[in-house]
């Protein structure tokens, strides 16, 4: 027995030191160098692989940070919304001005209430395939389909479809502004917007481009490209895009005006505390009551 | 406003479904039940009953509390699972071991990866072999039949498979033709599992599954071929130490086997080359198991092991593509 | 007539419910607006080239092609555009159109609108392929691919075979059939056309067995006229997708169109029968794409019906002659159960694929309840082109795109048989269109670098 032992003991624990030195050996001659700093931002970033900084993944952005900061000194230009990037700034040696805040915008309110439902659809869960099938159940063409193409891509687990208004809706706590949503969605119901002052943002929740007449017929909450609020903004901030306001989020200083002008209640103030008793509380405020 | 239904096409449907499917199979067993209940007596339906109970109760269970979809229950596929575990079984095993291979049937053969159509083998087989290995005398030790009309032949309480009476004989040295010279014919002496002693009830049934295109036919054929072929050459060389094929082909599991286990749709191949393969690989696995494995009955771990070579024979065997002939 | 030919794998049959096909073909009353769609074909919607106010008369141009892959579009009534606007279309989205008030019926005078039958083809291959073009001829078996494009051969191939695309393989629609037995000898003066065009010696219709009728018709001509020598019948087994180009192409002359490649590449030019037709009137007649015939059936449809219309009719009207709309309707499609599309409303204006106006109620249209794949392998079998259809609905589904191209997502054809076939109900088809969709992107971009 003693035997036995004795006999399994040498032959393993040679056989594991001969192994160990191939191995070394192995390991010494196909040595990649790699500037160690790499893995230092790399371990400072979020690992999600998003895609959001425009990198294959997260390893592929670190290489090109560590490399801006080598040839230019500076990493300008590379952000991550989903880290911090003070952190992976200061493992190069630099400092940087935190950037804006990002999150995903749902500009969409073609709830079931609002737009009711006038087809039924059968078929694949994916919004693209949809898509090339039909306007919509409610008719609009431009609006959100509701299948969640978003929800599959995201990687923060940060927009769920809402079971009460077929919609999306982004968890601001979670969404980092990655964009890979945006990018998921074939008719661009979902926009990158700043974070805001206190995450407040003042919106147009509709990109429908259709004239008037058909977009009210399809939504009740549709901009209709009546230009109203385009003509309210003292600061310019409301472009007309064909039959859709858009409101430019460097120029808009939240003031609301234009929530209070918008006969549609299309355009959308979120996260604002109650207004003062005197100003009646349009339904809009906020996004969470529902209209 | 209206309701259209909004689809992609084609917006017309073929009568298959997976209902009609299970429940095709279901019919298909039931000549083979109704003669283990001639043969056996009331056990068959207490441990039918028992087995397809659990099985339905098991998965109802999982997808309530665990899985927490859509309900699957109706679709039929746990009674066939059911029916098909009872049909491996003797028939005086005690109902809490049913219940054990059961739950290990559902709850690890089909639900733990995730329902109908993802299990990678065989459900009622993975609780087959379950039983067998962990209660191997309670799977082993079969009544003697007690048939519904007439006296039981023998007095004893327990009597011998076929295929387990030549096994043994064989390895005391008897010859295998003498083992079977004189009561291969006679009924109720042999015992086994309630689907195994009526191969022509299950072949019954097999013909109505590929009459209804349930499954092909050449699936149980080949199995059965292959089988034939290897245990007559066997035989042919030495029939003094291998038995006549015809007990091989109809004494044991062979045809349960052939129908309705290795015809399974989600363990199988998906192709018809990959089918062929598939059960080549079940013949010869089976009767070499049989003839120099430990166990009389080769047909359950068989077919185990070719439901395991499935994904690499799917990704193996292609179907013919159209216009890939010409290559410029 | 030569014995019965298929395809040799997959395929499926589905109930055949040929309603309408001993119902004559009903000239339909010109509407009192036509609607008539810029985007009717594959490829770019035409330029409209009238305005507001504009008379127009039967016939005229009205949209001129815009790009290669386009067609032109014709007045199908006389009188005054009162718009230029868009219109809801069968596609679910709202597309450009000219609406015109129709007032009498004046055609342009150059058109020929006698019935008498023109044998003569004077003009040379050059002209009747720039003749097809002009008047704005598609493949009105729904896929509405430009004519002229498919007549014009590469100069390294030759075409031999011209094959007449009669199988008419969709269930319901019977718009063929009636053509083949009412204007076959128009059809087949089509048929001589498109060979001289094409330049081939010899032309194949093939057609199913169920519309025997019409090819014993069509074969008893071909034998008593010498003009018609080089046209053979081909009777086909009724299996779906035996209508399929590849698959017609390989049940007629047993050759296989290589994958990624068209149908020229084996000599054969395919042509359904509808556009054999049209091709005739442009060519013979001078008469542009301005009608068709419109099968209007569905179960519980009270009349199901043939009808020649005028291009940009409502559909509503239509299904109106042919009994009024059922209750419970589930589905109204524009073509066939098996490739059509399925509309969101019941008034859309008939445009140059519609082959047909399906009707179908809650009787025959089951609700889907999806489960899981039982990796049955069915659809691999009923697959024409030899596809894993469950495998490719997967990748599709996981967005696993390369994995999509190398098992030849390219290939299919959405014949739709493999989730006419499946148990699980599945929506197989849906995720391979998917998957389809963004590989061709994804290997259109790649080329392009």
């Known amino acids: 027995m003693n035997d036995i032992l004795l006999y399994s003991l040498i032959v393993l624990g040679v056989l594991g030191g001969v192994l160990a030195v191939i191995l070394y050996i192995v390991a010494q001659k196909f040595k990649v160098e790699e500037n160690p700093l790499i893995d230092e931002v790399e371990s400072n970033l979020s690992g999600a692989n998003c895609g959001g900084c425009g990198f294959a993944g997260c390893r592929a952005f670190a290489e090109a940070c560590v490399k801006s900061a080598a040839d230019k000194g500076n990493i300008d230009g590379l952000n991550c919304t989903s880290s911090d990037m003070s952190k992976v700034a200061a493992v190069l040696g630099l400092t940087v001005t935190a950037a804006e805040p990002k999150i995903a915008v749902v500009r969409c309110n073609g709830t079931c209430e609002n737009a009711p439902k006038k087809v039924h659809y059968e078929g694949a869960d994916i919004c693209a395939f949809a898509h090339t099938l039909y306007a919509g159940s409610n008719g609009c063409p431009n609006g959100c389909l509701g299948l969640g193409d978003c929800v599959k891509k995201c990687n923060f687990d ?134 | 406003m209206n309701n259209y239904i909004i689809s992609g096409s084609p917006h017309v449907h073929g009568n298959e479904s997976t209902k009609k499917i299970m429940y095709s199979v279901i019919i298909a067993m039931m000549p083979a039940f ?42 039929g596929s746990a009674i066939v699972t059911g029916m098909l575990l009872a049909f491996n079984l003797p028939s005086n095993i005690p109902a809490w071991m049913v219940i054990v291979g059961a739950i290990v049937a559902i709850g690890i053969g089909k639900m733990s990866f995730g329902g109908l159509g993802n299990n990678p083998f065989n459900p009622a087989l993975v609780g087959r072999v379950f039983m067998l290995i962990s209660f191997p005398v309670a ?38 033709n003498e083992l079977i010279a004189e009561d291969v014919v006679r009924p109720f002496i042999y015992s086994g599992s309630l689907g195994e002693i009526g191969s022509i009830a299950i072949i019954i049934g097999g013909l109505f599954l590929i009459f209804r295109k349930v499954i092909d036919w050449q699936t149980p054929v080949i199995i059965i071929a292959t089988v034939a072929i290897i245990s007559t050459v066997c035989w042919l060389i030495d029939p003094v130490q291998f038995v006549h094929p015809m007990i091989h082909i109809f004494g044991g599991g062979l045809m349960l086997g052939a129908f309705f286990m290795a015809t399974d749709m989600a363990t199988s191949p998906m192709t018809m080359s990959g089918k062929i393969i598939f059960a080549v690989g079940i013949g010869a696995l089976t009767i070499i198991i049989r003839l120099w494995g430990a166990y009389p009955e080769g047909m359950s771990f068989a077919i185990l092991i070719m439901n395991a070579f499935v994904p690499l024979i799917n990704k193996v065997c292609k179907p013919k593509r159209f216009g890939n002939t010409v290559k410029k | 007539m030569n014995p019965k030919k298929t395809f040799p794998k997959g395929g499926v049959h589905p109930e055949e419910n040929k309603l309408s096909s001993d119902q004559p073909i009903i ?51 006389s009188g005054k555009v009162t718009k230029v606007d868009e219109v809801m279309d069968h596609t679910g989205y709202r597309k450009p159109a000219i609406f015109i008030e129709v007032n009498g019926d004046e055609w342009l005078e150059d058109i020929d609108t006698s019935d008498t039958l023109v044998k003569d083809i004077t003009l040379s291959r050059e002209e009747i392929i720039e003749r097809v073009k002009n008047h704005g001829i598609v493949g009105m078996g729904g896929a509405t691919f430009p004519t002229n494009v498919k007549l014009s051969i590469p100069k390294d191939k030759k075409a031999e075979f011209v094959i007449i695309n009669a199988a008419e393989c969709e269930p319901y ?205 069915k659809c691999i079998n009923a697959c024409p082109m030899g596809l894993e259809p469950y495998l490719l609905s997967r990748q599709a589904k996981n967005n696993l795109f390369e994995e999509t191209e190398a098992s030849n997502i390219m290939d299919c054809i959405e014949c739709g048989s493999c989730e006419f076939t499946c148990p699980a109900n599945i929506p197989l088809l849906d995720y391979i269109r998917y998957g389809k969709n963004k590989t061709g992107q994804i290997i259109r971009s790649r080329n392009q670098k």
């Open chain 2, 34 to 75: 109704l003669f283990s209940i001639y043969y056996f007596g009331f056990d068959a339906v207490r441990v039918t009953l028992i087995s397809v109970a659990a099985c339905v109760l098991v998965e109802w269970l999982i997808q309530k509390f665990l899985l927490k979809g859509q309900n699957t229950i109706s679709d």
């Open chain 1, 158 to 291: 940060a927009i769920h479809i809402d079971e009460v208004t077929g919609l999306p809706t982004v968890d601001e706590e979670k969404c980092v502004g990655c964009g890979a949503c945006t990018k998921a969605c074939p008719r661009g119901v979902i926009e990158i917007r700043p974070k805001g002052k206190n995450s407040r943002r003042v919106y147009v929740s509709c990109v429908n481009i259709e004239k008037g007449a058909i977009a009210m017929k399809n939504c009740n909450v549709s901009c209709i490209g009546c230009q109203k609020c385009f003509k309210e903004c003292p600061f310019e901030a409301i472009e007309m895009r064909g039959n859709l306001a858009y409101i430019n989020p460097d120029k808009c200083k939240s003031c609301r005006k234009c929530v209070d002008v918008c006969p549609r209640g299309s355009i959308l103030a979120v996260n604002f505390p109650p207004r003062k008793p005197k100003v009646e509380v349009t339904e809009s405020v906020n996004n969470e009551s529902k209209e």
């Open chain 3, 173 to 377: 629609l019977t718009c063929d059939n009636r053509l083949l037995l009412e204007k076959s000898n128009e059809f087949l003066v089509g048929v001589k056309v498109l060979m001289k065009a094409v330049d081939a010696p010899k032309a194949i219709i093939g057609i199913e067995v169920n519309k025997i009728k019409a090819a014993e018709l069509l074969d008893k001509i071909i034998r008593e006229d010498s003009y018609f020598s080089g046209i053979e019948v081909q009777p086909l087994q009724t299996k779906y997708p035996q209508g399929g180009e590849k698959q017609l192409i390989k049940a007629c002359t047993g050759r296989e169109v290589p994958s990624g490649k068209l149908p020229i590449e084996t000599g054969c030019v395919v042509v359904n029968v509808a556009s054999t037709f049209a091709i005739y009137e442009a060519v013979q007649k001078n008469k542009p794409l301005i009608s068709r015939v419109v099968t209007v059936t569905g179960k519980s449809v009270k009349k199901p019906s043939n009808f020649m219309v005028r291009i940009g009719t409502s559909s509503m009207e239509l299904i109106e002659a042919a009994g009024g709309l059922p209750e419970n309707i589930t589905n109204i499609i524009n073509g066939g159960p098996m490739m059509g599309k399925s509309v969101s409303i019941s008034d859309f204006p008939v445009i140059k694929g519609t082959s047909g106006i399906l009707v179908m109620t809650d009787k025959e249209a089951q609700p889907r309840q999806v489960g899981n794949c039982l990796r049955c392998g």
């Open chain 3, 27 to 77: 000239t339909f009353p010109i509407p009192k607006q036509a609607i008539i769609p810029l985007g009717q074909c594959l490829g770019a919607p035409a330029e409209a080239i009238v305005k507001k106010g504009d008379e127009v008369k039967v016939g005229q141009l009205i949209g001129t092609a815009k790009g290669f892959i386009s067609a032109n579009v014709h007045s199908s009534v």
């Open chain 2, 139 to 176: 799977m082993t030790t079969w009544p003697t039949p007690q048939p519904m009309f007439g006296e039981a032949l023998t007095d004893a309480v327990t009597g011998p498979t076929l295929l387990g009476h030549i096994k043994e004989g064989v390895a005391q040295g008897i010859a295998a």
